[in-house]
């Protein structure tokens, strides 16, 4: 209990900060179009203080825990454009071979099916089998909260560090929006500026892989630490 209460707080704290971050800066420059590099550093340096920094770190929670939402329906969106897939499993093997799976466990040693086989049995006879990947994954997750802790802690820490880099990626977005919009208001374009565009597209990119690597990394934690604690039991 003490590790799963001073662990995950904490980094969930953390993580929300850091991924608010690009928002904050995006919604400054917004309204202080700086034209350099130069420019932006010297407006945030003659404003900044303690006071103002505890504010902007505040900000920056509040932001990226609010648009947890939004961001979720961007990343969906971005995994079917780009054709990524989130789950450690594919989802029609987990929904779909249930039925047939439970008839043919009756004449069949269950040791003698692969992996994925006896995972889908496990989840039959343990949890029920519901007809989404989130309602799985919510109900695998309530089971490790009894008999599984230290998986359950990994897994949040993983989907901490997905939610993070989810919404890096959606702020970086924007912060290139906002990079592209003040050059359209300066009336022109320099190098400096147009490396910032691009520089914060590339980065969105980036963080929008990691992000993928993480959700990956929490659906096999939350699966497997199912399996060997129901196969424990």
Request: hydrophobic letters at 50%; glycine letters at 8%; proline letters at 3%.
């Amino acid at each position: 209990m003490d590790l799963f209460k001073f662990a995950l707080g904490p980094y969930e704290f953390f993580a929300a900060i850091i991924g608010g971050v690009p928002l904050v800066i995006a919604i400054f420059l917004l309204y202080n179009p700086a034209v350099s590099l130069q420019d932006s550093i010297g407006l945030i340096q003659t404003s900044l203080s303690l006071q103002v920094l505890i504010a902007l770190a505040f900000a920056s929670y509040l932001l990226g825990g609010l648009a947890q939402g939004v961001t979720w329906k961007f990343f969906l969106a971005l995994c079917n454009l780009c054709d990524r897939d989130i789950h450690y499993f594919p989802a029609d093997t987990l929904l779909n071979r249930g039925e047939w799976l439970r008839g043919l466990a009756k004449d069949i040693d269950p040791k003698t099916l692969d992996f994925e086989s006896r995972l889908v049995l496990l989840l039959y006879d343990k949890i029920g089998m519901p007809t989404t990947m989130n309602h799985l994954y919510s109900r695998v997750c309530s089971y490790l909260k009894e008999n599984n802790r230290p998986s359950l802690i990994t897994a949040d820490l993983y989907q901490a560090t997905h939610i993070m880099y989810r919404n890096l990626s959606f702020g970086l977005l924007i912060l290139g929006g906002v990079f592209l919009v003040n050059m359209l208001r300066a009336g022109a374009a320099s190098f400096e500026q147009v490396a910032l565009f691009l520089g914060a597209l590339v980065l969105s990119g980036t963080a929008f892989v990691r992000a993928v690597s993480f959700k990956r990394w929490h659906a096999r934690e939350v699966l497997l630490g199912f399996y060997f604690a129901a196969c424990g039991d």
